[in-house]
């Protein structure tokens, strides 16, 4: 059993803070998408590592409302909506209900990620926001943030992957 | 079910670099000792994810021979020879063998961390040094690493423990 094919964009061993916290941010993206790649909606859907009711499924669903959470409503201050309905059903990000579906879900992500980017450039380090809790944060803590979170749950879906079909890789 | 008390340090939401990257990877290292306390020594050697032969007690031996490679041999390019594995037993770190004794591991572990803090204390982020296999390092990129490495382990200590007890937590 072997992962697909992998070229993830590796994070520069050298450079300066920005282009590190892209580079580890962007690493662990292409991370999730190359742990749910070759696999069918079903095995997507897979809850295999009990107790744990997580998913690969979920946690792309998970991943594109945190993007869109920390990045562009809570940083930037856009007006934009939870994805999945998570204010009124906290948690529903991470259910893979039978009418949601993958692959649709995962283009959904590339695009939260992409309208991330551009909403984020620009805009400095050092830069605050307050939050609908608030508390002020930096956009330094929020790349920081998210590479700890990615990166979490990546453990969650090495796990959950090689439960499916056997296939592992760092 | 047993969730341990929690009294990790949060991140600063605001902070330099330096304070930033120091205090999420802290985080991390508190989370790993959190996800492996109010167990006994059996509950630690546990591989109870059937696919998988990771357990607690593999992830903090490992993580204290990946902090001691990193900062110590690495960024302050101390002589400090692997603890757990060898050239000939690459997995002995992560893979225990049946006499290995967690109580005395999780010091070592612990005594690991504060060597590697002391290591790199006076370094700067932008310090660099040329690794075994030929690239230059910068410490930023070190730290980032660490963040990464520990958070996916984490990663996977989250579902080992759920597996071992139910306890869950971030």
């Not at chain 1, 590190?20 to 993206?29: I, M």
């Not at chain 1, 939260?112 to 944060?137: M, N």
């Not at chain 2, 949060?10 to 000792?33: K, M, N």
């Amino acid at each position: 059993m072997s992962m697909p094919t992998d070229d993830r964009p590796r994070p520069p061993t050298v450079g300066d803070e920005r282009a590190q916290l892209e580079g580890f941010l962007d690493h662990h993206r292409q991370t999730l998408l190359w742990k749910c790649a070759g696999l069918t909606a079903e095995q997507l859907r897979q809850r295999p590592v009990p107790p744990s009711e997580l998913s690969l499924h979920g946690l792309v669903r998970h991943l594109a409302d945190v993007e869109r959470s920390w990045f562009r409503e809570r940083f930037i201050g856009e007006q934009v909506p939870d994805l999945f309905g998570v204010a009124e059903s906290p948690g529903a990000d991470f259910l893979s209900t039978a009418g949601a579906d993958p692959a649709a879900d995962i283009a959904l992500l590339r695009a939260e990620i992409q309208a991330v980017r551009e909403a984020v450039r620009g805009r400095g380090l050092d830069e605050t926001a307050s939050s609908p809790d608030g508390r002020t944060y930096s956009l330094r803590w929020v790349y920081l943030h998210m590479i700890e979170e990615y990166a979490r749950h990546n453990g969650h879906a090495d796990l959950i992957r090689e439960r499916i079909d056997g296939a592992t890789g760092v | 079910m047993t969730t341990p008390k929690d009294d990790r340090t949060e991140p600063p939401l605001v902070g330099d670099e330096r304070a930033l990257l120091e205090a999420f990877l802290d985080f991390h290292r508190q989370t790993l000792l959190w996800k492996s306390a109010e167990l006994t020594p059996d509950q630690l050697r546990l591989r109870p994810v059937p696919t998988t032969n990771l357990s607690l007690l593999g992830l903090v031996r490992h993580l204290a021979d990946v902090e001691r490679s990193w900062f110590r041999r690495g960024v302050a390019g101390e002589d400090a020879p692997p603890i757990f594995y060898t050239e000939q037993e690459l997995d002995l770190d992560i893979d225990p063998p049946p006499d290995a004794d967690p109580d005395a591991d999780v010091a070592v572990y612990r005594a690991e961390v504060a060597a590697c803090r002391a290591a790199v204390r006076d370094r700067g982020l932008d310090d660099t040094f040329v690794s075994r296999r030929g690239h230059t390092i910068s410490l930023r990129w070190v730290y980032l690493h660490m963040i990464e490495e520990y958070a996916r382990h984490n990663g996977h200590a989250d579902l080992i423990r759920e597996a071992i007890d139910g306890a869950t937590g971030e």
